[in-house]
């Protein structure tokens, strides 16, 4: 077990402070870009600023082509459904834009870094042949909004400071600026979603929220293995107040359920050995940094007759996916595959029969 | 020799997967790709639905149904049930390939045959959409298909 924990622990380590070199560097370099007027200028997130190429319907780049599935607002990723770019492309799995987190979404649409800059729904794209990107037009085009002279009061490109058009206009306390410290869209703010990586916090409000939206999805993923948990768990008890994020299986957000033999379960701490039939569940979903969810893994316990497996104190693991595989069963098959979860459980004390507790902010009472 | 040679190989594959599968549960999704894309890329039939099922999910890679459905049909054509209803599912959302019942009730009555309950279920909610020249070619398609195993 020993040996597992420590591979882990390189395998995870080794990466995280590759991506934190990265993310520094990201954001010296964007911090660096982000006070170019063309790039200022591209910013989606100047609300209602007239120099936001979002604001006029005849100058918004997006929103004319009637086949864009996001037309609403200002979607810089106009294209259709194959566009692996485009926030609306994705259907039929595991991942929801339906039931995003509005804040963190709202936060990383409005980023005008929130893409790659080969990304070609990036309106900051710098490449002059993007057409999502509004300020590479040619000089006559006038949608672009650097086109103009600089005393187009809409130019953003006008270079005086005192424009207040400007959102390069470099103050800080400028709104307008991208670079202005509280700005969402400040490439170097700490709540830019394309700053490094890590656990997204959600609100108790948006944690329910999402968890709400995300339940019928839920219910017809894990349907998909034919299990009869899978099936049948929603109906059960649940012990946790709201979905909160739990350390151990990823930081995703998860919620426990159990059936009525393990209504102990209710006892927390005090909860004994379960009799055989307890069967706990514990559905889960992802948050990514823009706000974008998707489902997660039904973690399932199942307490079997006595003798049934010793190191497992007799539970029986089962992790279904979201397209309803399951790649292993305790003492079924593919039971090596799903042989860490015994591993991972016999680290909570003897009293408490393998099972984890959630934490005490989030139980409901008995 | 031959049989201990290709018993280790079949070790280090399970082994291979479990690691993917412990990552996946832990949250590190560059590990899972590690873990994963190599087995699928060699012919893994699991490792080609998990990834088909990371390329729907869009949290371990960016959401990409096309390649999800890529995925998925390389896995289902070797017959893997989950595979098999999800690529059927995908191709009666339309999503990541063109919308196409008689596919879909291909695709879902080869995983309903290995005794899966939802395909079967999700076969007869398409019926009244199909037309009687559409099911008569997809059940041509499920013999062929069927005749060639």
Redesign the interface.
């Known amino acids: 077990m020993q040996s597992t924990k420590s591979k882990l622990l390189s395998s995870t380590m080794v990466p995280l402070v590759m991506m934190a070199g990265v993310a520094v560097v990201g954001a010296a370099v964007a911090s660096q870009v982000a006070v170019r007027p063309a790039y200022a200028a591209c910013n989606p997130c100047a609300a209602k600023n007239p120099c936001n190429p979002c604001a006029a319907a005849k100058c918004n780049p997006c929103a004319a082509a009637k086949c864009n599935p996001c037309a609403a607002k200002c979607n810089p990723c106009a294209a259709g459904t194959c566009n692996p770019c485009n926030p609306c492309a994705a259907g039929g799995g595991s991942a929801s834009l339906k039931c995003a987190v509005p804040r963190l979404r709202t936060a990383a649409l409005c980023n005008p870094c929130a893409a790659k800059a080969c990304n070609p729904c990036n309106p900051c794209a710098a490449k002059a042949c993007n057409p999502c990107n509004p300020c590479a037009a040619k000089a006559c085009n006038p949608c672009n909004p650097c086109a103009a002279k600089a005393c187009n009061p809409c130019n953003p490109c006008a270079a005086k400071a005192c424009n207040p058009c400007n959102p390069c206009a470099a103050k800080a306390c400028n709104p307008c600026n991208p670079c202005a410290a509280a700005n969402p869209c400040n490439p170097c703010g700490g709540c830019n979603p394309c700053a490094a990586g890590g656990g997204v916090e959600l609100t108790n409000a948006e944690a329910a929220a999402t968890y709400d939206c995300l339940r019928p999805m839920m219910k017809a993923a894990y349907a998909k293995s034919d299990n009869r948990i899978a099936v049948s768990y929603a109906s059960w008890r649940r012990y946790s107040k709201r979905a909160y994020e739990s350390a151990t299986h990823g930081g995703r957000y998860v919620q426990n359920y159990a059936n009525d033999k393990a209504r102990a379960y209710g006892l927390y701490e005090k909860s004994g050995k379960f009799p055989a039939g307890a069967q706990l569940a514990k559905d889960s979903f992802s948050v990514k940094a823009n706000g974008k969810v998707s489902l997660g893994p039904l973690f399932v316990m199942e307490k079997m007759h006595t003798g049934f497996s010793k190191e497992s104190d007799d539970w029986r693991y089962t992790m279904i996916m979201p397209n309803g595989s399951i790649f292993g069963t305790t003492k079924g098959k593919g039971a090596a595959k799903v042989q860490f979860c015994i591993g991972c459980h016999q680290t909570v004390t003897p009293e408490q029969d393998s099972v984890m507790l959630l934490p005490q902010e989030y139980r409901v009472g008995r | 020799m031959a049989i201990v040679l290709f018993s280790l190989w079949g070790f280090a594959a ?2 291979d ?3 993917g ?8 999704w ?2 899972v790709l ?1 873990a994963w894309r190599p087995l699928a890329e060699a012919g893994d039939a ?1 490792a080609q ?2 990834l ?2 990371l ?5 371990v890679i ?5 390649e ?1 459905a890529r995925w998925y049909r390389l896995a289902a054509e070797q017959g893997d049930p ?1 595979a098999q ?2 690529l059927g ?2 191709y ?2 339309g ?2 390939v063109g919308r196409d019942l008689v596919q879909a009730y291909l695709w879902l009555s080869l995983a309903a045959a290995q005794g ?3 395909p079967e279920r999700r076969r007869r909610e398409i019926l009244p959409a199909m037309t009687a020249a559409e099911l008569a070619e997809a059940k041509r398609l499920v013999k062929g298909w069927q005749a060639q195993r």
């Open positions: 399970n082994a997967f479990a690691d599968l412990q990552a996946y549960d832990g949250g590190n560059a590990a590690a699991e639905t998990a088909g099922g390329y729907l999910g869009g949290t960016a959401a990409n149904p096309a999800a989950v209803l999800n599912d995908l009666i959302r999503s990541g899966r309950s939802w």
